[in-house]
């Protein structure tokens, strides 16, 4: 079982940046592939990004490339989301999730733990 507590939501003006942070407790973090997924009011969760077991690989969704950047950091048990450039249409509640495995592209469809997810807003 994996525990994940997600933190440094708030709310932001358009332009500003933001970094999400996702501690995990539980079974070895480094055995998991971990990702960000978002929600905004009234539509379905999409996938953000996710990184690698070591942190040397990561895949981000074509809307986030540029802006947001996912790292971790095994010794802390924690993955990062750094955002800028936010967006009105960022604003949206982040989970954080984990997956057993190697191929990240599976978290697409197929998540073991969420979080339970922070609110970023974003105001024009």
């Known amino acids: 079982q994996v525990q994940l507590v997600e933190s440094g939501g708030g709310l932001v003006q358009a332009g500003d940046s933001l970094r999400l942070s996702c501690a995990a407790s539980?079974?070895?973090?480094?055995?998991?592939?971990m990702g960000w997924f978002r929600q905004a009011p009234g539509k379905e969760r999409e996938f953000v990004a996710a990184?690698?077991?070591?942190?040397?690989?990561?895949v981000y969704a074509d809307s986030m490339k540029g802006r947001f950047t996912i790292s971790r950091d095994n010794a802390k048990n924690t993955v990062y989301l750094q955002m800028n450039s936010l967006k009105y249409e960022d604003t949206a509640v982040y989970y954080c999730?984990?997956?057993?495995?190697?191929?990240?592209?599976?978290?697409?469809?197929?998540?073991?733990?969420w979080g339970q997810g922070t609110q970023v807003t974003v105001s024009s």
């Open positions: 999730a984990a997956r057993e495995g190697i191929i990240m592209t599976a978290m697409y469809s197929s998540v073991d733990y």
């Open positions: 539980g079974r070895t973090f480094s055995s998991y592939i």
């Open positions: 990184i690698s077991r070591s942190g040397g690989s990561t």
